[in-house]
Nanobody
Framework: VRLVESGGGLVQPGESLRLSCAAS????????MKWYRQAPGKEREWVAG????????DYAESVKGRFTISRDNRRKTVTLQMNSLKVEDTAVYYC???????????WGQGTQVTVSS
């Protein structure tokens, strides 16, 4: 099982980044996909989630209107489009796969996003 995030980097406030998470080794379309982030010295927090068929998406209030989550079940990828980035969005971003009705879950290794002027 692998979840590999990519797309992180250093950007200025107001700019955009697109994170991707590539999945392998499990039945991707059976899993709800989520993005989390963890800033230095803070707890890991949920950012966004998308249902198995991609039909329902939900966001933390702090990113609503700026971030968009999407998934491609054929390519087994989930993306997080991040617009209007703020300094407070700086964190390591992780993707997570969750199986409904069980404790089965997988995490990626994370990708660093730094927003700084």
């Amino acid at each position: 099982v692998r979840l590999v995030e990519s797309g992180g980097g250093l950007v200025q406030p107001g700019e955009s980044l697109r994170l991707s998470c590539a999945a392998s080794g499990f039945t991707f379309h059976y899993y709800v996909m989520k993005w989390y982030r963890q800033a230095p010295g803070k707890e890991r927090e949920w950012v966004a989630g998308v249902t198995r068929d991609g039909g329902v998406k939900d966001y933390a209030e702090s990113v609503k209107g700026r971030f968009t989550i999407s998934r491609d079940n054929r390519r087994k990828t989930v993306t997080l489009q991040m617009n209007s980035l703020k300094v407070e969005d700086t964190a390591v971003y992780y993707c997570k796969a969750e199986a409904l009705g069980s404790d089965n879950a997988y995490w990626g290794q994370g990708t660093q996003v730094t927003v700084s002027s």
